[in-house]
């Protein structure tokens, strides 16, 4: 019996002896002291990025046909800034809208595409009863009329 606590006496020498040093041990259960961590908590305030909306792009000739369905809305801000502002000729906006005062109704016919340059032919019905009409192009770059050329037809 003295043999074996001899032993075991060693063993434990062993164990205490290489712990000390640094020498990991393996097997031998240690008791490990576990602290939780806090949860940090922040009061900052961070900017978020306002949506960009993009746009999908628009044909020339629905460029053209958004122009005629905003004279015929009256909503004539609108016409002037798909290109109304660039076709009208000296004289600004209150101008330009007032040219419209007996336009009671544009009917638009888009009779070809080629790239940038819109074919149409315009009907537009008078306050008077009378109709009058034109054809010719419309250019359109940007999403913008940028150039006309409309001749009276009738």
């Not at 031998?28 to 961070?46: D, K, L, M, R, W």
Request: with cysteine; aromatic share 8%; proline share 6%.
């Amino acid at each position: 019996m003295a043999v074996n606590a001899t032993r075991i006496a060693v063993a434990a020498l062993v164990l205490l002896g290489a712990a000390a040093c640094g020498i990991p041990v393996t097997g031998v259960p240690v008791p490990v002291t576990v602290v939780p961590q806090v949860p940090v908590t922040s009061t900052a305030t961070v900017a978020v990025p306002a949506p960009v909306y993009v746009q999908p792009p628009v044909s020339a000739a629905g460029v053209v046909i958004a122009y005629y369905d905003a004279i015929n809305r009256r909503d004539f801000a609108t016409a002037w800034s798909l290109g109304g502002s660039r076709i009208a000729g000296a004289g600004g906006f209150t101008k330009y809208a007032n040219g419209f005062a007996t336009t009671a109704w544009d009917t638009l016919t888009v009779t070809d595409v080629r790239g940038s340059t819109v074919s149409v032919v315009l009907s537009a019905a008078q306050t008077d009863g009378t109709t009058r009409t034109f054809s010719g192009t419309y250019t359109v770059s940007g999403g913008v009329i940028v150039g006309s050329h409309m001749t009276r037809t009738g």
